[in-house]
Protein backbone atom coordinates (compact mmCIF):
# COMPACT_ATOMS: atom_id res chain seq x y z
CA UNK A 1 0.00 0.00 0.00
CA UNK A 2 1.36 3.52 -0.80
CA UNK A 3 2.02 6.07 2.03
CA UNK A 4 -0.34 8.51 -0.05
CA UNK A 5 -2.86 7.76 -2.38
CA UNK A 6 -4.68 9.72 -4.91
CA UNK A 7 -7.31 9.32 -8.22
CA UNK A 8 -5.10 9.70 -10.70
CA UNK A 9 -8.32 11.04 -12.63
CA UNK A 10 -8.38 11.91 -15.43
CA UNK A 11 -10.94 14.78 -14.11
CA UNK A 12 -12.96 17.07 -16.78
CA UNK A 13 -15.17 19.70 -15.66
CA UNK A 14 -16.95 22.42 -17.16
CA UNK A 15 -15.98 25.96 -16.56
CA UNK A 16 -17.13 27.58 -13.12
CA UNK A 17 -17.84 24.47 -11.50
CA UNK A 18 -16.52 23.61 -8.05
CA UNK A 19 -13.70 21.12 -8.09
CA UNK A 20 -13.07 18.66 -5.31
CA UNK A 21 -9.54 16.98 -5.13
CA UNK A 22 -8.64 14.38 -2.12
CA UNK A 23 -6.12 12.25 -1.05
CA UNK A 24 -5.61 9.63 1.66
CA UNK A 25 -2.67 8.36 3.83
CA UNK A 26 -1.58 5.98 5.94
CA UNK A 27 1.14 7.47 8.01
CA UNK A 28 -0.21 9.28 11.10
CA UNK A 29 3.35 11.26 11.36
CA UNK A 30 2.69 13.45 8.78
CA UNK A 31 1.75 16.93 9.96
CA UNK A 32 2.46 19.50 6.90
CA UNK A 33 -0.08 18.73 4.22
CA UNK A 34 0.84 20.51 0.37
CA UNK A 35 -0.96 20.95 -2.76
CA UNK A 36 1.66 21.81 -5.82
CA UNK A 37 0.06 22.09 -9.35
CA UNK A 38 2.15 21.14 -12.07
CA UNK A 39 1.62 21.84 -15.90
CA UNK A 40 2.71 19.78 -18.65
CA UNK A 41 6.73 19.79 -18.70
CA UNK A 42 6.84 22.20 -15.74
CA UNK A 43 8.18 21.56 -12.07
CA UNK A 44 5.58 21.87 -9.49
CA UNK A 45 4.32 25.05 -7.76
CA UNK A 46 3.40 25.09 -4.47
CA UNK A 47 -0.14 26.10 -4.17
CA UNK A 48 -1.17 26.18 -0.51
CA UNK A 49 -0.18 24.31 2.68
CA UNK A 50 -1.62 23.08 5.98
CA UNK A 51 -0.30 22.49 9.27
CA UNK A 52 -2.23 19.70 11.13
CA UNK A 53 -6.18 19.43 10.88
CA UNK A 54 -8.50 22.38 9.81
CA UNK A 55 -9.17 24.40 6.85
CA UNK A 56 -7.30 27.22 4.55
CA UNK A 57 -8.65 29.43 2.69
CA UNK A 58 -6.52 31.49 -0.59
CA UNK A 59 -8.72 33.13 -2.95
CA UNK A 60 -11.07 30.36 -5.14
CA UNK A 61 -8.78 27.41 -3.14
CA UNK A 62 -9.77 25.65 0.03
CA UNK A 63 -7.57 23.21 1.76
CA UNK A 64 -9.30 20.76 4.09
CA UNK A 65 -6.72 17.90 6.37
CA UNK A 66 -9.10 15.47 8.68
CA UNK A 67 -6.16 13.80 10.48
CA UNK A 68 -8.71 11.65 12.21
CA UNK A 69 -9.90 10.10 9.07
CA UNK A 70 -6.07 10.64 6.90
CA UNK A 71 -8.04 12.49 4.43
CA UNK A 72 -7.32 15.42 2.98
CA UNK A 73 -9.14 17.67 0.23
CA UNK A 74 -8.29 20.69 -2.33
CA UNK A 75 -11.70 22.71 -3.53
CA UNK A 76 -11.53 25.11 -6.03
CA UNK A 77 -14.34 27.29 -6.69
CA UNK A 78 -15.07 29.09 -9.71
CA UNK A 79 -13.31 27.04 -12.00
CA UNK A 80 -11.16 28.53 -15.02
CA UNK A 81 -9.54 27.29 -18.08
CA UNK A 82 -6.22 27.66 -16.62
CA UNK A 83 -6.30 25.75 -13.60
CA UNK A 84 -6.03 22.72 -16.27
CA UNK A 85 -3.19 21.40 -14.46
CA UNK A 86 -2.26 18.48 -12.51
CA UNK A 87 -2.67 18.53 -9.43
CA UNK A 88 -0.16 16.90 -6.83
CA UNK A 89 -0.34 16.59 -2.92
CA UNK A 90 2.72 16.37 -0.96
CA UNK A 91 2.94 15.31 3.07
CA UNK A 92 5.81 15.68 5.38
CA UNK A 93 6.12 14.56 9.08
CA UNK A 94 7.89 17.83 10.31
CA UNK A 95 10.81 20.49 10.43
CA UNK A 96 13.88 18.77 10.48
CA UNK A 97 12.31 16.27 8.06
CA UNK A 98 12.03 17.44 5.09
CA UNK A 99 11.67 14.66 2.77
CA UNK A 100 7.92 14.99 0.57
CA UNK A 101 5.58 12.40 0.19
CA UNK A 102 3.46 13.14 -2.81
CA UNK A 103 0.47 11.44 -4.82
CA UNK A 104 0.73 10.19 -8.01
CA UNK A 105 -1.52 13.54 -8.67
CA UNK A 106 -5.04 14.10 -10.53
CA UNK A 107 -4.97 15.35 -13.75
CA UNK A 108 -7.46 18.34 -14.31
CA UNK A 109 -9.06 19.85 -17.12
CA UNK A 110 -11.69 22.16 -17.15
CA UNK A 111 -13.88 22.67 -20.08
CA UNK A 112 -14.94 26.48 -21.48
CA UNK B 1 14.92 36.74 -9.12
CA UNK B 2 15.75 33.79 -10.81
CA UNK B 3 14.02 30.53 -9.47
CA UNK B 4 15.81 27.47 -9.45
CA UNK B 5 17.67 26.39 -12.77
CA UNK B 6 18.30 22.85 -13.91
CA UNK B 7 20.04 21.91 -16.99
CA UNK B 8 19.67 20.59 -19.31
CA UNK B 9 16.38 19.96 -19.59
CA UNK B 10 16.32 17.37 -21.90
CA UNK B 11 19.03 14.21 -21.78
CA UNK B 12 19.36 10.82 -24.00
CA UNK B 13 21.48 8.36 -23.04
CA UNK B 14 22.76 5.03 -24.21
CA UNK B 15 22.38 2.13 -21.60
CA UNK B 16 26.11 1.88 -20.04
CA UNK B 17 26.68 6.20 -20.31
CA UNK B 18 27.03 8.25 -17.39
CA UNK B 19 24.15 11.16 -16.83
CA UNK B 20 24.87 14.77 -15.01
CA UNK B 21 22.40 16.60 -14.12
CA UNK B 22 22.83 20.01 -12.50
CA UNK B 23 20.45 22.08 -10.22
CA UNK B 24 21.13 25.85 -9.69
CA UNK B 25 19.14 27.05 -6.75
CA UNK B 26 17.51 30.03 -6.12
CA UNK B 27 20.14 32.57 -4.83
CA UNK B 28 20.50 32.55 -0.98
CA UNK B 29 19.20 29.15 -1.06
CA UNK B 30 21.38 26.23 0.49
CA UNK B 31 19.28 23.61 1.02
CA UNK B 32 18.39 21.46 -2.08
CA UNK B 33 16.44 18.37 -2.31
CA UNK B 34 16.11 15.73 -5.85
CA UNK B 35 12.98 14.29 -6.67
CA UNK B 36 12.23 11.64 -9.70
CA UNK B 37 8.90 11.40 -11.58
CA UNK B 38 8.62 8.16 -12.97
CA UNK B 39 5.93 7.96 -15.96
CA UNK B 40 2.29 7.45 -14.35
CA UNK B 41 3.99 7.60 -10.74
CA UNK B 42 4.34 10.92 -8.14
CA UNK B 43 7.35 12.13 -7.18
CA UNK B 44 9.74 10.04 -5.00
CA UNK B 45 12.07 12.02 -2.81
CA UNK B 46 15.92 10.80 -3.45
CA UNK B 47 18.35 13.01 -1.58
CA UNK B 48 18.74 16.15 0.56
CA UNK B 49 21.48 18.49 0.47
CA UNK B 50 22.99 21.36 1.88
CA UNK B 51 26.00 23.05 0.79
CA UNK B 52 28.97 20.37 1.10
CA UNK B 53 26.80 17.93 2.99
CA UNK B 54 24.42 15.19 2.51
CA UNK B 55 21.72 15.56 4.76
CA UNK B 56 19.19 12.53 3.65
CA UNK B 57 19.58 10.19 0.95
CA UNK B 58 17.19 7.39 2.05
CA UNK B 59 15.80 7.60 -1.45
CA UNK B 60 18.34 7.39 -3.13
CA UNK B 61 19.29 3.97 -5.01
CA UNK B 62 22.20 2.34 -3.52
CA UNK B 63 24.17 1.96 -6.87
CA UNK B 64 24.87 3.88 -9.71
CA UNK B 65 23.37 7.10 -7.95
CA UNK B 66 25.04 9.62 -5.90
CA UNK B 67 24.79 12.62 -5.02
CA UNK B 68 26.80 16.61 -4.67
CA UNK B 69 26.31 19.77 -3.57
CA UNK B 70 29.63 22.02 -3.54
CA UNK B 71 30.69 25.02 -2.55
CA UNK B 72 30.95 26.33 -5.00
CA UNK B 73 28.90 26.06 -8.02
CA UNK B 74 25.44 23.97 -8.69
CA UNK B 75 24.14 20.73 -6.98
CA UNK B 76 24.76 17.57 -9.32
CA UNK B 77 23.28 13.91 -9.72
CA UNK B 78 25.20 11.73 -10.97
CA UNK B 79 23.84 8.62 -12.76
CA UNK B 80 26.69 6.16 -13.73
CA UNK B 81 26.17 3.15 -16.09
CA UNK B 82 22.21 4.24 -16.57
CA UNK B 83 19.46 1.74 -17.32
CA UNK B 84 16.19 2.26 -19.25
CA UNK B 85 14.12 2.32 -16.17
CA UNK B 86 16.13 5.00 -14.81
CA UNK B 87 14.41 7.28 -17.94
CA UNK B 88 11.99 9.56 -15.74
CA UNK B 89 11.81 13.64 -14.77
CA UNK B 90 14.49 14.69 -12.44
CA UNK B 91 13.14 17.40 -10.09
CA UNK B 92 15.32 19.61 -7.70
CA UNK B 93 13.88 21.64 -5.71
CA UNK B 94 15.78 24.66 -3.30
CA UNK B 95 14.85 26.15 0.06
CA UNK B 96 16.23 28.88 2.16
CA UNK B 97 14.43 28.24 5.37
CA UNK B 98 13.96 24.54 6.38
CA UNK B 99 10.51 24.24 6.21
CA UNK B 100 8.75 21.53 4.40
CA UNK B 101 6.41 24.08 2.25
CA UNK B 102 9.41 26.22 1.40
CA UNK B 103 11.00 24.03 -1.47
CA UNK B 104 10.39 25.42 -4.70
CA UNK B 105 11.15 23.39 -7.89
CA UNK B 106 13.04 23.62 -11.21
CA UNK B 107 11.54 23.06 -14.20
CA UNK B 108 13.02 19.25 -14.36
CA UNK B 109 15.30 17.47 -16.59
CA UNK B 110 13.90 14.32 -18.78
CA UNK B 111 16.10 11.86 -19.03
CA UNK B 112 15.55 9.34 -21.53
CA UNK B 113 18.15 6.11 -22.40
CA UNK B 114 17.82 4.32 -25.21
Known sequence: QKEVEQDPGPLSVPEGAIVSLNCTYSNSAFQ????????????PE????????????????TAQVDKSSKYISLFIRDSQPSDSATYLCAMSESFGNEKLTFGTGTRLTIIP | NAGVMQNPRHLVRRRGQEARLRCSPVKGHSHVYWYRQLPEEGL?????????NIIDESGMPKERFSA???KEGPSILRIQQVVRGDSAAYFCASSFYVAPYEQYFGPGTRLTVT
Open chain 2, 44 to 52: KFMVYLQKE
Open chain 1, 46 to 61: LLMYTYSSGNKEDGRF
Open chain 2, 68 to 70: EFP
Open chain 1, 32 to 43: YFMWYRQYSRKG
